[in-house]
Nanobody, 122 residues
């Protein structure tokens, strides 16, 4: 059974940093990557960053230069380091196991974590 569990969210002041963790158990079928998504109130869910098993990354414009995705294979955990946080980064952040294609597109599969709240105060 596949399980993704996020942690690390919280309340932080603008300009601060947080590191989110996505702990993965089980073997997501036909997935080669982990993607971090976020959804702010009243907005659609959007991809923030993705990292393939081979090390390829996809970074959304919203986090470029501020967010870094990485993984610790020994811990089977993917991280999202978020620096220089802004109030507009406030959202529920979720991780997903999916497919990062050669084209650079990320296709989410059915495996989702429960999400972790990030609130940035201005």
């Amino acid at each position: 059974q596949v399980q993704l569990v996020e942690s690390g969210g919280g309340l932080v002041q603008a300009g601060g940093s947080l590191r989110l963790s996505c702990a993965i158990s089980g073997n997501p079928i036909n997935a080669n990557a982990i993607g971090w998504y976020r959804q702010a109130p009243g907005k659609e869910r959007e991809l923030v960053a993705a990292l393939s098993n081979g090390g390829s990354t996809k970074d959304a414009d919203s986090g470029k230069g501020r967010f870094t995705i990485s993984r610790d294979n020994a811990k089977n955990t993917v991280y999202l380091q978020m620096n220089s946080l802004k109030s507009e980064d406030t959202a529920v952040y979720s991780c997903n196991a999916g497919l990062l294609a050669i084209s650079g597109n990320y296709y989410p599969h059915k495996y989702w974590g429960q999400g972790t709240q990030v609130t940035v105060s201005s």
